[in-house]
């Protein structure tokens, strides 16, 4: 075999623990501390309850367990919900050169598939850096073009990363985890119109499990192309106007993705959170009352006028990628926490009022980590600051501290009981522990 | 709402069963018949073993039942499982306009959740009639471009009609049902790779799943875009090069694609049945001996060339898209059923023999349903026809008593027991039958 599939499924079946180096295994223990936090925050949502009530109807056995509401259902159903809870809060990572959101699609299957196969904590932690580099460099490969074609990135390559996770908990060969692939690619599905919906999160939901099921149908006997990445028509010639599978076939266990992905402070649209910053940053310095602010102007990538220019947000959920709203929060509430993105503050006439007054001015100059934050006063005061690496970014990305604040933070608006120092402390050394279906059973 | 979506949402929501036209229900009998058909003949098949297998491990409750295999799984499992079974021997319909095999996807879905619901047999058919428009009206928006992009379109569309079928059995409103399409819609995937790997069973069992699901999902209060088709980052967008939806709105009620559904008489890639027709016709007429060829010459459609020439198919189930073994078979065997598809009769030697002594030439002015034929002897005689319009053809279709004599002969290939004439006239009768289920026990 030969190709950016083979390559790919090489990777998965050869890739041994000890070949991952300490840095990257490090790197993946935040990724999923931070995931987890994410789905025990997010499994109270309206979302996470309509999930479970629409699929436990069809659920199969008690073989794993849905983070934070007491119910097991089967590895496929467990997947998909997880999938929903942990992307609900649009609190999760990000692989910034693609934009995926990697964890929650792969981790949401290879926890669910690890609990089932009672599989010890490393096999776990290692399926998850096996399916996030398998997600982000098939990512890379076709980015940007596959998003502008208007495919959800997360979901697309997720499915894939989901398999290569699975694929490699279930210790398929090469031409099993090739089959997994190809299977995993002809689910690959998910379009942008819905990042407005609560079809976004079963996107990735759908992800976790098509991805889930890929590898086990291959476990099972089931084949598939053994050229599904780069056929002529494949996956690449569906999905993109251009792709360079080189960048894939040259890196794999060179270069680790997972050191690369990037941890929201916010749980809103990434490309406004250097505005935030700049708000909080204004709003602390000079003491602002928003009552006293003619109009607040922000000058930023053109990225955040494309995505995020929604001055009414209906609710909640399309708060969270209203950059006027969320200049709104940062000022009124001094904050751009869970609690800014739900539908009563959406609602607060403060906020409502700042948001009208807010104002986005392009600049093609302008970095996508940065922005250019200025309050106009009432009495004619300029308030200004220059952000020009939010925090989260590449260039400053959280501290494994603010990572432990921001899981006690979703720790605390899930309303779970339970030591979050003791889950911390597992988290950082889960390659130690005896069952990974701990994590699920927090 | 107005668009395509809102336009498919409220034809789906408002269909009542008293406007469909009395040919219009006897079209979805045919096409239902047929579909049966497709499912018990194929119900034996490894892929479908293999399916069950893995499957099994992770399903739910006992709703639905997996024809002719005595098994009972949630609705969303036998979904899949019943898609598998009624594609594998790829003898179902065909939309000739899309080349989507509609039934498949959409029967798989309708009659699971019908059989769970205890619906009517009226009900199932009004579904099941609703689904193909859904699928196949889609499918006209967005040819040619859209399967010349790569896209499995029986699975791509499919999982739109199933999601459309279940839908009308669910009574959504025009909201919910426009929901359902946005979801189904976000999870339409599936390529043309696929096409020659077990996968591509799996892709109409997974499109059939998918759209049970999003119809469900909207049943149950999860909302998506209303504007899913036509929006500047949904379907249409995302799929293909070019389409026009006023093909959708204008007809809508207006045309039945399900008259515009074909069935093939011989289980293997349509473009080559002409072909059979002259081969089977010459041989009966002449009484021809293979052992007496020189070589087998036929002048078809390009198409011919580019999807089918594959002069020495590995097994069985290549050999449904090699010319040259249907050519063989038709002389040899004097017959193109399902058993001239299987691994056995592609291994025999004068079967072999004859591949390698068929030839094909190519001409553009050919139409797809046409062909010409020549034998030549070794004694130099040459036996000549032209076929205008292929069996199974727009021009040609099966009668009601070839689509019998289709079933009986599947039933005999899935060994099943039980009254042929009984099962037929429960089929022709359909929308009296009291429980739609009754038609999964069979």
Redesign the interface.
């Known amino acids: 075999m030969s190709g950016a599939t083979a390559s790919l499924a090489q990777f998965i079946a050869a890739s041994r623990w000890a070949d991952v180096p300490a840095s990257v295994r490090h790197d993946a223990k935040r990724s999923l501390l931070n995931w987890l936090g994410c789905a025990i925050g997010g499994s109270n949502a309206p979302?996470v309850g309509?999930?479970i009530?629409?699929l436990a109807?069809?659920?199969?056995?008690a073989?794993a367990t849905v983070i934070n509401r007491g119910l097991r259902f089967?590895?496929?159903?467990t997947a998909v919900i997880n999938g929903v809870s942990s992307s609900v809060l649009d609190f999760d990572d990000t692989h910034l050169h693609t934009v995926i959101h990697p964890s929650v699609p792969v981790a949401s299957a290879a926890l669910a598939l690890a609990e089932h196969l009672e599989a010890p904590g490393e096999d776990l932690v290692h399926a998850f850096i096996i399916g996030i580099e398998a997600a982000c460099k098939v990512g890379n490969a076709i980015s940007p073009e596959h998003y502008a074609?208007?495919?959800?990135v997360t979901s697309t390559c997720g499915v894939i990363g989901a398999a290569a996770a699975c694929a490699r908990l279930l210790a398929l060969d090469d031409t099993q985890a090739a089959y997994a692939i190809?299977?995993a690619?002809?689910?690959?599905?998910?379009?942008?119109?819905?990042l407005?919906?609560?079809?976004r999160m079963?996107?990735m939901g759908?992800a976790a499990r098509?991805g889930f099921?890929a590898a086990?149908?291959a476990s099972?006997?089931?084949?598939?192309?053994a050229?599904?990445l780069e056929?002529?028509?494949?996956?690449a010639?569906?999905f993109t106007t251009r792709c360079d599978w080189s960048v894939l076939t040259d890196t794999l266990g060179v270069t680790w993705e997972i050191a690369a992905n990037a941890f929201k402070p916010y749980p809103c649209g990434i490309v406004v959170h250097p505005v935030i910053d700049g708000c909080l940053l204004l709003r602390k310095r000079h003491a602002i009352d928003a009552a006293g602010i003619e109009r607040v102007e922000v000058t930023v990538n053109p990225a955040v006028q494309t995505i995020m220019s929604h001055p009414e947000p209906a609710d909640g959920l399309r708060s969270k990628v209203s950059a006027q709203h969320c200049i709104a929060v940062a000022i009124v509430h001094g904050a751009a926490g869970v609690h800014q993105f739900t539908d009563p503050v959406v609602r607060e006439p403060a906020v409502a009022d700042l948001r009208r007054r807010a104002f986005l001015l392009c600049c093609d100059a302008m970095a996508k980590d940065a922005a250019k934050v200025c309050v106009v006063m009432k009495d004619g005061t300029r308030h200004e600051t220059f952000v020009e690496h939010s925090k989260g970014s590449a260039e400053l990305p959280l501290t494994d501290r603010e990572l432990e604040d921001k899981f006690r933070s979703l720790m605390a608006h899930g309303r779970i009981g339970g030591d979050a120092d003791r889950m911390i402390a597992m988290m950082w050394t889960l390659e130690t522990v005896a069952d990974a279906g701990a994590v699920a059973r927090v």
Do not use: K
């Open positions: 979302s309509l999930a009530d629409a109807t069809f659920a199969g056995p073989q089967d590895v496929a159903t074609c208007g495919w959800h190809g299977m690619a002809s689910q690959s599905a998910g379009l942008s119109e819905m407005g919906s609560p079809t079963f996107n759908h098509g099921m086990w149908y099972r006997g089931i084949g598939s192309s050229r599904a056929a002529p028509r494949g996956f010639n569906a």
